[in-house]
């Protein structure tokens, strides 16, 4: 009974004293709450998980997005926000007040960070992002399989893991391979989703304008369907590259085409037995609605485009062309001779997109 007593009267003396302290603080804190704050320029923080009341107020004292913590931490008591501050990455913009700065943190608003996947990596390159990416956490156990991440932009939060978004890339990838294998020419020479997705990875290595994707994919199609080797280059750098794991720098010479891979399609015919990177959704369509067309052949035109060709012989006069141009163009850098004569190293600067005239 004492001791009740004793806490009843000191709880009753505390409020009395705030009662006291009120009339002359309220005021003080009015214009603390509510004045614009310090900061002169907007800025990200990261709340970390179980910081406290307290905590968060040093926190944003020490980053200049406030005056004062104890003035934080009675504005966030009295306005009931207390049990409402949620980790995570804020943006406070210039001369936040306290009060806005609650508000900001009590919304759970918070900064999300885009990382954006090139078309045409291989997994490796993509978990290479992945994980130099800032503000992700946890490592990666392994690469995943080669054309299973969609290159696109993902969005993601301060302490998300790294797994969580390669596992969002996986599934990305297999929703667009899903909906490119449903909408298909029924004519296709394809006989699962995983061959579409071979296809376009070669197709997004060969092709330098998305436009030229159909026209590419009806190209290595009709080959297939001949019987023909597809003798795409990117598929020998992939090989020469340990599977995409180290660097290769063409050009390709006549020994890198005689390379023991079945991934070298002069060698071997038909597709390889996987994807070479991880091809973008416009390159899994092309694949799928490839152009209606009869061609057999392309090569570089000079312009960052191809000239395509339905012979041989077409395709050789291309070729030629092409050959004039590129040499126009170096004689107009003031390149050595040497660098232009049109030796087994030299076609093979062209052989990406002229390789396919080799029977």
Do not use: C
Request: glycine share 8%.
């Amino acid at each position: 009974m004492k001791s009740f007593l004793r806490l009843f009267l000191r709880s009753l003396a505390e409020g009395v004293l705030l009662l006291v302290l009120a009339g002359g603080a309220s005021a003080f804190l009015t214009r603390e709450v509510l004045a614009p704050g310090p900061l002169r320029a907007s800025r990200t923080l990261v709340i970390p998980r179980h910081l406290g009341l307290a905590g968060i107020g040093e926190l944003l004292a020490k980053a200049g997005v406030i005056r004062h913590p104890l003035a934080f931490d009675a504005a966030a008591l009295l306005s009931g926000r207390r049990h409402t501050l949620k980790a995570g990455e804020y943006a406070f913009p210039a001369a936040t007040s306290t009060l806005k700065a609650i508000e900001i943190i009590a919304s759970g608003k918070v900064v999300e960070h885009a990382l954006t996947i090139p078309d045409g990596l291989t997994s490796e390159q993509v978990v290479a992002l992945v994980r130099a990416a800032p503000g992700l956490e946890g490592k990666l156990a392994k690469i995943p399989p080669e054309g299973a991440l969609l290159p696109q932009t993902y969005f993601y939060t301060w302490g998300e893991g790294r797994g969580e978004v390669i596992a969002r890339m996986r599934a990305a990838m297999a929703r667009a391979l899903s909906a490119a294998w449903a909408k298909r020419r029924p004519d296709l020479p394809l006989g699962s989703p995983q061959q579409l997705l071979i296809l376009a990875s070669l197709i997004e290595k060969e092709a330098k304008k998305t436009s030229e994707e159909p026209h590419i994919a009806a190209v290595f199609l009709n080959r297939l369907k001949l019987g023909m080797p597809l003798q795409s280059d990117p598929t020998v750098i992939y090989a020469l590259s340990d599977d995409g794991r180290k660097k290769f720098d063409p050009p390709l010479t006549q020994a890198d085409l005689a390379v023991q891979s079945p991934y070298n399609t002069y060698l071997a015919k038909g597709l390889p037995p996987g994807p070479i990177d991880n091809p973008a959704w416009s390159a899994l369509v092309a694949a799928a609605r490839p152009a209606l067309s009869e061609d057999l052949y392309f090569v570089a035109d000079g312009d960052g485009g191809h000239v395509f060709a339905k012979t041989l012989s077409a395709q050789d006069r291309n070729v030629r062309s092409y050959l004039r141009i590129e040499a126009t163009l170096a004689a107009l850098a003031s390149l050595p001779k040497a660098a232009i004569s049109p030796g087994p190293a030299a076609r093979g600067r062209h052989r990406k997109t002229a390789g396919t005239a080799r029977e």
